[in-house]
């Protein structure tokens, strides 16, 4: 079985790219403790995967896996994007990040979004990328108890429910992440 380190602090992510990685012979490892994560300072979300995968290579030496993921919303022209994780400011949490963007939008007359995944694999020498969407709209107030980020307020309405209300099986299957992993393990599975 192939090892990748996953550069993230994120559980849910760590868990999620987990449990899709393994029928592909991956194992997805988590990022040491003592590796810092860099300052996302790219303008998009592959540049600022593709920074974190660069760094956290350059700190374990072995190939890093890196997302950069977030939620679009059509009436905040789609904010709060690359900044989804710290749209609500330092030391911004789950909560505080949803009540912003349902503060946001009290007036909106659409709440068309969608959420958006970078991954990008480095391991010294090459570079694979995939990218994944998932469409749905923001809920008026969160709705369900699994999943992380803005899962409660997402809701999927061919599913007819918010992503937060999904099985982790469901979810994979169906998200921006699940989908470029997918193709992102399939890339790599006979090349690396």
Not at 77 to 102: C, H, M, Q
Not at 152 to 169: K, Q
Request: proline letters at 5%.
């Amino acid at each position: 079985m192939r090892e990748i380190v996953l550069a993230t602090r994120n559980q849910g992510k760590l868990r999620e790219m987990a449990e899709i990685a393994e029928p592909y012979g991956i194992r997805i490892l988590a990022l040491p403790d003592d590796v810092e994560m860099p300052e996302e300072t790219g303008r998009t979300f592959l540049d600022n995967a593709r920074l974190k995968a660069v760094h956290g290579h350059r700190m374990t030496n072995m190939p890093v896996l890196a997302d950069d993921s977030g939620i679009e919303v059509d009436a905040l022209r789609g904010a709060p994007g690359i900044y989804s994780a710290r749209f609500s400011g330092p030391g911004a949490t789950d909560v505080r990040n949803n009540e912003l963007l349902l503060q946001r939008l009290r007036h909106a007359t659409t709440r068309q979004a969608r959420y958006r995944a970078a991954l990008v694999l480095w391991d010294g020498e090459r570079e694979w990328s995939a990218m994944g969407t998932w469409e749905g709209e923001i809920l008026e107030s969160p709705r369900g108890k699994g999943g992380f980020g803005y899962d409660p307020l997402f809701y999927v309405p061919e599913l007819g429910c918010s992503a937060a209300e999904l099985s982790p099986e469901d979810k994979s299957r169906h998200s921006h992440r699940g989908k470029a992993m997918r193709m992102l393990c399939s890339l790599i599975a006979e090349r690396l």
